[in-house]
C-alpha cells in the first residue's frame, strides 16, 4: 500500500471531529504507512488527541488564519502538507469545510480528487474507492492510476478511532504568503430554533405534507402537529426528517410547521442520511421522497391511505392510521 495523508482541521474547541476520526480509522485499515497533516489555529491539542493511532509523521499548518474556514487559507494549508508529506494518497473527511476546498487543491497538485466516497479498501496493495451515483441509485468502485488522489470519506461509514491521547511530536510546515479577500466575522445559525437534525440519532422521524392538510373534523391543525412532533423528537432523540411538499409550504404561505426548514428535506433533492431506523408520518412514500431512505434499513410508516407508497414494498410495516392519533399515543408512551 502507498503511503497515505490523513487530511484533518481542528474544530472551534481545538480538537478533531468525528468525521475526522473516522476518515484516520479508515487510512489505518488499509495497512499503509500513515502521516497526519492538520490545519487550526492550534493543532498541538489534535495532535495529541491521536499521537498513539501510529501515525508516521504529524504535519501542522497552524495559526490564527488557519483557524477559520476559508478558501484562501485551507486551499494553501492543504497543497503545502500534501507536498510536504509527498504521499500519493490523501485521505480527508467530507466535512463542508474540506469539501469545498480539496478539489481546488488536487488541481493545483496536478492530481485528481473522488468526492462522496462511502468506502475505501485495498485490494492486492491497490486503493479502491466506492461511491454512489445518480442520487444512490448506482454505486461505483474506482480506482485511479493519477497522483496524488485525494479522496473525501462521507461522514458515518466507519466507527471512528479512539485511543488515549499522549504527547506528539509536529512538524510545522510554514505556508507563506496567502492573499485573502474574506474576513470571517462571525456565524449565523440557521434561523431554526431548536436543533433537529442528528445525524448519529438511531431513529429518523420524517413528517410530511399531511399534517397540515384538512383533517377529518375539516380543519387543519398545524399547532397541534408541531406540538406532537417536537414532543416525539424531544423523548427518543431522532433526527427530524421532511418531505419537499412539507418544507416547501412555508414559502407558498400555508399552514406551516416552524421546525422544518428545507434542511430537514429527505429525497432526490434533499439528504440521504445514515440512520438505522426510519418512521414516517403523513407522508404518501412517492419515489423522489424515498429514493433518500437508501441508508434507512428499517422502515415503518403511518398513513391514512392504505394504497400509499409506502405500502408498495418501501416500508416494512405500514400503519393505516391517523397519525394524529398514533403520535399521541406513542408519546403519551414515552
Ligand atoms: C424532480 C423531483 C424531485 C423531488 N425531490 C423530492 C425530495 O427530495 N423529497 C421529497 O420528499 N419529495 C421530492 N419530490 C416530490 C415528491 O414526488 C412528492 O411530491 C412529495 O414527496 C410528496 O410529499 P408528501 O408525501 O409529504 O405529501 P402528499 O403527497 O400531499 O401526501 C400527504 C400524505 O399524508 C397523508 N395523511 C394526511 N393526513 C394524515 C393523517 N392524519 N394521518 C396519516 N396520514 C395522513 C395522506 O394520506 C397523504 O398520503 C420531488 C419531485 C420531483 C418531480
Redesign the pocket.
Known sequence: MEPILLLAHVEADGTLGKPALEALAAALALGGEVSMGLVGATVEAAANQVAGCGAVRFLGVSGEPFGQARYATDAAAAEALCRASGAPLVIAAATSRWARVLPGVAYRLGGRVDTHVTSIAAADGTLAVSRWFYRQRMEAVLTRAERPWIVLLEAGCVAAWSGPADAAAVEAVPVGGVETRTTVTGIEAPKAGEQTIRPDAKLLFV?????T?K??DGAVHAAEAEALIMGFLRAAKASLG??????DLSGEGEAVLHCMTHLN???????TPRHPKGLS????????????WRFVTERRA????AN??WARGKADVLYV??????MRQVNRLL
Open positions: 413528517a410530511g405534507a399531511g399534517w392538510k383533517q377529518a421532511g418531505s419537499k411538499s412539507l418544507v428535506q429527505i429525497g432526490q433533492t434533499g439528504a408520518t403523513c407522508c404518501h412514500g412517492e419515489e423522489p421522497h424515498v429514493v433518500g403511518v398513513n391514512l391511505d400509499c407508497g392510521a391517523d397519525a394524529f392519533e398514533v
